[in-house]
């Protein structure tokens, strides 16, 4: 059974930093593509972070801050994020897809990140 648990989320200053952990179990540790997403009151869900086979992708508003990045011993993966704004302030959640044709997407419960002003 695929199972994804977030950590690290909470309270920080602007300007500060965090670093989210995905932990995962089962086939939940997909090369072909895991992510990070967010999600504020009031907004839609939107991709931060992905890492796949290929490479990495960001989205424009935590380019040069935000990094994603995985540890294959551990089955974990992370988002390291610097120079945080109150802007960034939303539940995070972690991200795998498995399998093609037809592909599978699992998500964590969510990691509160709240960035003060």
């Known amino acids: 059974q695929v199972q994804l648990v977030e950590s690290g989320g909470g309270l920080v200053q602007a300007g500060g930093s965090l670093r989210l952990s995905c932990a995962a179990s089962g086939s939940g540790f997909s090369i072909n593509f895991m992510g990070w997403f967010r999600q504020a009151p009031g907004k839609r869900r939107e991709l931060v972070a992905a890492?796949?086979?290929?490479?990495?992708n960001y989205a424009d508003s935590v380019k040069g801050r935000f990094t994603i990045s995985r540890d294959n011993a551990k089955n974990t993966l992370y988002l390291q994020m610097y120079s945080l704004k109150p802007e960034d302030t939303a539940v995070y959640y972690c991200n795998t897809r498995i399998g093609s044709r037809p592909s599978l997407d699992y998500w964590g419960r969510g990691t509160q990140v709240t960035v003060s002003s």
């Open positions: 890492i796949t086979s290929g490479g990495t």
